[in-house]
């Protein structure tokens, strides 16, 4: 069974950088999209950066201008960089592969990995 592996979460002073990867256990096919998502309590999962198989890219608008997303879909490695953290990006932070797969799209998700910014 595939696996998405996440590291780089940790704890940071706000206007701080960390930099979050992820890599699968093993390769996978016919992907859709790479991405991060986070959820922080009391809230829902939501969207943070997204890359397409195309190579284009989304962004939440909360952290447009200081996440930077990249990844490489033939190795299945996907990397977070976050500049200009503060207090209301902590949440955990999960990876997520879609990929297509007899008709369907199928959702990869990592363990999560706890980013917390202090003031």
């Known amino acids: 069974q595939v696996q998405l592996v996440e590291s780089g979460g940790g704890l940071v002073q706000a206007g701080g950088s960390l930099r979050l990867s992820c890599a699968a256990s093993?390769?996978?096919?016919?992907?859709?999209?790479m991405g991060w998502y986070r959820q922080a309590p009391g809230h829902e999962r939501e969207l943070v950066a997204l890359?397409?198989?195309?190579?284009?890219?989304t962004y939440a608008d909360s952290v447009k201008g200081r996440f930077t997303i990249s990844g490489d879909i033939a190795k299945t490695t996907v990397t977070l960089q976050m500049n200009s953290l503060q207090p209301e990006d902590t949440a955990i932070y999960y990876c997520?592969?879609?990929?297509w797969g007899r008709g369907v799209m199928n959702p990869y998700w990592g363990q999560g990995t706890q980013v917390t910014v202090s003031s």
């Open positions: 093993q390769s996978i096919s016919s992907i859709h999209t």
């Open positions: 997520n592969v879609a990929s």
């Open positions: 890359i397409r198989n195309d190579g284009s890219l």
